[in-house]
């Protein structure tokens, strides 16, 4: 089992930044793959960014290319997104979740576990 808590959200003028985290319960966060969705109000969860066990390979939704960057620790069991240049469309609860591999995967039904959620608002 693992166990995510996310924080960092908040409100934010367009064009700001900030950084959000997720983390984790138990020892075998390094074997986990990580990945960040959102989901707007009347819309769909979509995945953000993910990366795989080591922080080797991630992957990004073209919307954020350019603007986010996931990172992990590893020795602090927790994973990161930094999310600059924010726009009003990025408003969002953000969710971090924990997938039973250690290769990263673009699909939500590959993510075994799931963190509460932390609210990001960008106004314009």
């Known amino acids: 089992q693992v166990q995510l808590v996310e924080s960092g959200g908040g409100l934010v003028q367009a064009g700001g930044s900030l950084r959000l985290s997720c983390a984790a319960s138990g020892r075998t966060f390094s074997s986990y793959a990580m990945g960040w969705f959102r989901q707007a109000p009347g819309k769909e969860r979509e995945l953000v960014a993910a990366?795989?066990?080591?922080?080797?390979?991630?992957y990004y939704t073209d919307s954020v290319k350019g603007r986010f960057a996931i990172s992990r620790d590893n020795a602090k069991n927790t994973v990161y997104l930094q999310m600059n240049s924010l726009k009003p469309e990025d408003t969002a609860v953000y969710y971090c979740?924990?997938?039973?591999?250690?290769?990263?995967?673009?699909?939500?039904?590959?993510?075994?576990?799931w963190g509460q959620g932390t609210q990001v608002t960008v106004s314009s």
């Open positions: 979740a924990a997938r039973s591999d250690s290769s990263l995967s673009r699909y939500i039904s590959n993510y075994d576990y």
């Open positions: 990366i795989n066990w080591s922080g080797g390979s991630t």
